[in-house]
């Protein structure tokens, strides 16, 4: 038996090299002697005669040199070719008739009948269960195109899906037990493979309907050009909020260092009310200053409630600083899907920076009024201090003091 096997395999080699289209790069001769594998796995985990062993490898050569004649009557050509073969090997004819039936019977819509051909059907179709199973569906794949029929991953990966699912099944017992569960392995891979697909061709889409969705140019414009101005507009207060601190802060200082020292000598005492204005409208200026500069600590926190209603800025730092990144990602990715919400947090940013920017702008219109009132009332009062400085009284005084020092001798 094993010189007519080895004959069969030598044919077949030849066969293929010779007349097999190079576009057949999966029903080749690597293909057979898979199924020549195959089957002798199974034949040596069955009960099965010798002629039947005989039958089935020879089946198992045979089975696809019909694709060297015509592709979609292979199997028809390969009982003609197998029974040539045999006949000019001097085999039995009723083992021809065998290997004949055997090889009709991997054609994949049909069902086989008996144990023999339950084995040769699941040794053409043992790939579903190999490790090689990727290597051998994208050989099939590439062969399907070279033949004209081209198909996109996605749908080959359905179309295997669906082989997987409602047209392949394992006949013999030896294939149930040992090849069903590494084909459930494979059915699993692709099932992952597809579901991670669409998930990802899922964000892909969130990501273009959130571009198509996009505001137009102009309204992009709108906002940016007005958040800048806000944001020039908050600079420029707190540059003038410094200025006002750093004046009246130096005023302040050259008041206490020169003025109210002097204030003791009994020649300056007419400078005592002018200085007080001075200084007390210098420290309600630098109080004012820093009002209108000092940061709104907010909680940095949101309820989901709040999001639901819009009552939060996701926008301002203030309001998510204390927040779960996880919980604020889901808090922005729902604003993202609706295009209103989108605008109106955009809106209500914007309102917000001009409640801020009014709080500067008013305590800081305040601070110049309060500044320059200090300044004219502090200059008319020193003006009116000189204006009615007695200066004999001044000079009486002066010179009672000088009449009597501490030692009680008259100058």
């Known amino acids: 038996m094993s010189d007519l096997i080895n004959k069969a395999d030598s044919f077949v080699l030849d066969l293929f090299k010779d007349k097999l289209d190079e576009k057949f790069v999966y029903h080749n001769y690597t293909h057979t002697k898979r199924v020549v594998k195959s089957t002798q796995e199974i034949i040596d985990n069955t009960e099965i005669s010798v002629k039947e062993e005989q039958a089935l490898l020879l089946a198992a050569w045979l089975h696809d040199t019909g694709y060297t004649v ?112 590494l084909k459930n392995e494979n059915l699993l891979s692709l099932i992952k493979k597809k579901q991670k697909k669409k998930k990802r061709i899922s964000k892909e889409k969130i990501k273009v309907d959130l571009k198509n969705q996009s505001p137009e140019r102009a309204i992009q414009t709108l906002f940016r050009t007005t958040l800048r101005n806000h944001i020039k ?41 002018p200085t007080l204005i001075l200084i007390l409208f210098s420290v309600a ?19 989901d409630e709040q999001v639901q209603k819009r009552e939060v800025n996701l926008l ?61 009332s502090s200059v008319i009062a020193f003006v009116i201090a000189f204006a009615t400085l007695d200066y004999s009284s001044i000079e009486n005084v002066i010179s009672t003091t000088i009449e009597t020092n501490p030692t009680g001798v008259k100058s």
């Open 70 to 181: 015509d592709e979609d009557n292979h199997e028809e050509e390969s009982c003609k070719i197998a029974e040539q073969f045999l006949h000019d090997n001097n085999v039995d004819q009723g083992i021809i008739d065998q290997v004949k039936k055997l090889i009709m019977a991997t054609k994949f819509k049909d069902t086989p009948q008996g144990k023999l051909e339950e084995i040769i059907r699941d040794a053409d179709a043992s790939h579903f269960a190999k490790d090689y199973y990727k290597e051998t569906s994208q050989l099939l794949k590439k062969e399907y195109a070279l033949r004209g029929k081209e198909y996109t991953n996605k749908e080959w990966r359905d179309e295997n899906i669906t082989v997987f699912t409602e047209k392949h099944r394992y006949y013999s017992e030896y294939a149930i037990k040992n090849w069903n569960p």
């Open 233 to 273: 507009l908050s600079d420029i207060a707190d540059t003038k909020a410094n200025i006002l601190l750093s004046v009246n802060a130096i005023i302040i200082s050259l008041a206490l260092a020169n003025l109210i020292p002097k204030l003791e000598q009994v020649s300056n005492r007419h400078l005592l009310w």
């Open 285 to 303: 200026s630098i109080i004012l200053s820093i009002m209108s500069t000092r940061p709104n600590v907010t909680s940095g926190e949101f309820t």
């Open 316 to 376: 301002f730092f203030g309001n998510f600083h204390k927040v779960p990144f996880k919980r604020y990602e889901r808090a922005v990715m729902n604003l993202l899907e609706d295009k209103e919400e989108v605008y109106e947090s955009l809106i209500k940013d914007l309102w917000l920076l001009g409640v801020v920017l009014n709080r500067k702008y008013s305590l800081l219109r305040w601070t110049y009024t309060i500044f320059m009132i200090g300044i004219v």
